[in-house]
């Protein structure tokens, strides 16, 4: 039976970051499982752990050596190695080098050659001499974004690193890393235990720390734990507690012994928007805010603390001390953003650059402004409105609430515009403007605000590809993917009808000679964005030949591409779709190899044959009664039609030669089979299917 014990790796340091400490814990315990497999070492379950003050990895049954093996060295061809039976100074050079005589090595053959080759049994390490290498390697594939030396020490980490847990079943690991000596005392809670805690063997880790030390190292236990205290504290309010993911993962990773406590502020600063209140609570205090059951705010946070006190009514008065002048600063700066109209604050955007070869924010929205104008003509939407949008879209840039909180760009926007008595769906739009920010994100649901969304996106894919900044590999410093993804979302999913590469002409036009790239750089961007719309049809379901059934026929309109795969679909389920499919191919391939200019037109006088006849007569009805689906783009209904072929190109392939030795009816049945392909391909190209 093969022995196993548990291996227990703790790093205890200062604080580490907030915000990064989820990741580095996952990246640590992947780090060292990815070496352990890479050392030929088994393991069961691995575990990772981390708090403000450790890192921490458990790995269950791992094994105490490797397995034994077979060294394996090739060395020179038979061929070479021999002469006359003779072994040549090939084959004794290669033997001497690995320590024994030649007829002592082995002969490999395969079906690409025979080689003399040496085989020796290994037998495998001890685990724990593997160990400290493995782990000092594992600490040094995090991915750090800053990490320094500390006092003397060589060695980089994220923070000083004050004690080392490295434990294998009841051994310590005899290694030093960060000029630590590693032992089996880890320390608890900086305040309620902070001396040393014995741990006698890996799986006593979460219980030693969480009842002797007030602990809990596990991070998805103590993320549960805060949940729990939260909604209960609300509860009590008669209220709702607003969890931002972000916020919970950054308030689990600031705390070891989580104890949630509520007070209360002012009621009068309700008065101010709800997000500006919500951004001051979360985003400078790390507060849960609390709403009634119609969302809207109640005067109360939940704060969150790392110690049990005996008074906890001291926290709570200090930290409802500390809010106030916080909502104070949110009111003044809305109250003094107030006094100046967005329109009047244009000129302030001059001073801030877009891009260093792309202009002023101001320019930018003398651009979104006149294309989103046209966009908003193009889907019947009110073309003042989407004009006046995109002239205000990024006034409220300037004002001290979004200095202050960067991420209610947009939304400041709405609220200044209600102010400023705007049209109601002007002030829509500025909050709608950066929707989707993300995967799966709502879209803008107003016409104009789509109208801003896309001129905004359009106008950043315009400029940065015309001075030549791409996204590169896994480099995307502009977001361009999100972008490219957010134009296609508000297109599809909003239904929109819009000429992509016509758009994309006259947002270029606007660019007036800045950029460095000619107008061709238009259809490098669409195709950018096409490639974006294959993962995104990939990602939701649909299949790479029925995608690509619709791509190859080059349309400019989105809404019509995603319409016409939604057709083909559907089309794949009919019992004729692979019969008509593969026709579709055997004609493709025959007008390919064929080097006859074919006509346009078929001539009937020149159908002798009742197959070929039938074919004429059936493609000439069909392309009757599909053209006003067409027009409807009721292209799934077209293809049912289609499916009509079946037996007309069935009976046509099994009668009929087309590349008969007579030039006038091989070229009048290459122009039928053209006719068939056409008016397939005026939904899509289903020689693409794989069926």
């Known amino acids: 039976m093969i022995e196993v014990r548990d291996l227990l790796v703790e790093i205890g340091t200062e604080e580490l970051p907030s915000k990064s400490l989820l990741k580095f814990s996952e990246e640590l315990a992947s780090a060292l499982g990815k070496k352990l497999q890479e050392a030929k070492l088994s393991y069961g379950e691995i575990k990772s752990y981390g708090s403000p003050r450790r890192l921490a990895v458990l790995v269950k049954n791992l094994v105490v050596s490797q397995p034994d093996w077979i060294l394996e060295r090739r060395g020179p061809a038979l061929a070479a190695a021999f002469k006359n039976n003779q072994p040549t100074p090939a084959a004794q050079g290669f033997a001497q080098g690995c320590g024994v005589a030649v007829g002592d090595l082995e002969q490999l053959k395969n079906e690409k050659g025979a080689w003399l080759i040496y085989r020796k049994l290994q037998k495998g390490s001890v685990t724990q001499e593997l160990l400290p290498e493995i782990i000092a390697q594992s600490l040094k594939a995090l991915p750090m974004p800053k990490p320094m030396c500390w006092g003397d020490l060589e060695a980089e980490f994220i923070r000083p690193v004050h004690w080392l847990v490295m434990l294998f079943g009841?051994?310590?690991?005899?290694?030093?890393?960060?000029?630590?000596t590693a032992d089996k005392k880890t320390r608890g809670h900086r305040f309620h235990r902070s001396k040393p805690l014995v741990l006698h063997y890996p799986s006593e880790y979460e219980d030693v720390l969480a009842f002797q030390g007030k602990v809990i190292a596990d991070f998805a236990k103590r993320r549960a734990m805060i949940i729990t205290q939260v909604e209960e504290i609300a509860k009590a309010l008669n209220g709702i507690p607003l969890i931002a993911e972000s916020l919970l993962n950054e308030v689990t990773a600031l705390v070891e012994w989580p104890v949630a406590l509520w007070g209360k502020f002012d009621s009068a600063f309700l008065s101010l928007p709800r997000e500006a209140l919500i951004a001051t609570m979360e985003g400078n205090q790390k507060y849960f805010p609390v709403e009634d059951e119609n969302h809207n705010l109640l005067p109360y946070f939940i704060t969150v603390t790392n110690?049990?006190?005996?008074?906890?009514?001291?926290?709570?008065?200090?930290?409802?001390?500390?809010?106030?002048?916080?909502?104070?600063?949110?009111?003044?700066?809305?109250?003094?953003?107030?006094?100046?109209?967005?329109?009047?604050?244009?000129?302030?955007?001059?001073?801030?650059?877009?891009?260093?070869?792309?202009?002023?924010?101001?320019?930018?929205?003398?651009?979104?402004?006149?294309?989103?104008?046209?966009?908003?003509?193009?889907?019947?939407?009110?073309?003042?409105?989407?004009?006046?949008?995109?002239?205000?879209?990024?006034?409220?840039?300037?004002?001290?609430?979004?200095?202050?909180?960067?991420?209610?760009?947009?939304?400041?926007?709405?609220?200044?515009?209600?102010?400023?008595?705007?049209?109601?769906?002007?002030?829509?739009?500025?909050?709608?403007?950066?929707?989707?920010?993300?995967?799966?994100?709502?879209?803008?649901?107003?016409?104009?605000?789509?109208?801003?969304?896309?001129?905004d996106r359009l106008d950043s894919l315009i400029g940065f590809f015309g001075i030549d900044i791409l996204p590169s590999g896994d480099k995307d410093p502009y977001g361009l993917r999100r972008t490219a993804l957010g134009i296609i979302r508000i297109i599809i999913e909003n239904k929109l009808n819009l000429d992509l590469i016509y758009l994309l002409k006259l947002g270029y036009q606007s660019y007036q000679g800045v950029l460095i790239k000619d107008e061709t750089t238009v259809d490098l961007i669409y195709e950018y964005i096409l490639e974006r719309l294959r993962s995104y049809y990939l990602d939701i379901g649909f299949t790479s030949d029925a995608i690509e059934s619709v791509l190859v026929l080059k349309l400019n309109n989105l809404f019509d591409i995603h319409q016409r795969l939604e057709a083909v679909t559907q089309f794949i389920k009919l019992p004729e779709a692979q019969s008509l499919s593969e026709a579709n191919k055997r004609v493709r391939n025959i007008l390919r190899k064929s080097e006859e200019k074919t006509p346009i037109q078929v001539n009937p006088q020149w159908l002798k044959e009742s197959a070929e006849q039938n074919l004429a007569q059936q493609i000439s009805s069909l392309d009757q009664r599909i053209t006003p689906l067409l027009e409807n783009r009721e292209y799934s209904l077209a293809l049912q039609e289609l499916a009509n072929l079946?037996?007309?190109?069935?009976?046509?392939?099994?009668?009929?030669?087309?590349?008969?030795?007579?030039?006038?009816?091989?070229?009048?049945?290459?122009?039928?089979?053209?006719?068939?392909?056409?008016?397939?391909?005026?939904?899509?190209?289903?020689?693409?299917?794989?069926?």
């Open 170 to 180: 009841s051994e310590v690991i005899p290694t030093t890393l960060f000029g630590i």
């Open 307 to 455: 110690i049990e006190s005996q008074d906890p009514a001291v926290i709570i008065a200090g930290n409802e001390r500390v809010i106030r002048p916080r909502l104070a600063d949110a009111d003044f700066f809305y109250t003094t953003d107030c006094k100046t109209p967005l329109i009047s604050r244009r000129d302030q955007l001059k001073k801030i650059t877009f891009q260093e070869k792309l202009g002023s924010i101001f320019e930018k929205t003398e651009r979104i402004s006149h294309l989103a104008a046209i966009i908003a003509k193009e889907i019947s939407s009110n073309e003042d409105w989407a004009r006046r949008s995109g002239l205000l879209s990024k006034s409220d840039l300037v004002t001290q609430m979004v200095m202050e909180f960067p991420e209610l760009q947009g939304t400041m926007g709405y609220y200044y515009a209600l102010h400023d008595r705007e049209p109601e769906s002007v002030t829509i739009s500025l909050k709608e403007q950066y929707l989707p920010r993300f995967a799966g994100d709502n879209l803008p649901q107003t016409p104009t605000g789509c109208a801003l969304s896309l001129a």
């Open 646 to 691: 079946h037996q007309p190109i069935n009976q046509f392939f099994d009668n009929i030669m087309v590349m008969t030795e007579d030039s006038t009816l091989r070229i009048n049945r290459l122009a039928l089979l053209t006719q068939m392909q056409t008016l397939f391909l005026k939904i899509a190209d289903i020689s693409q299917l794989q069926i």
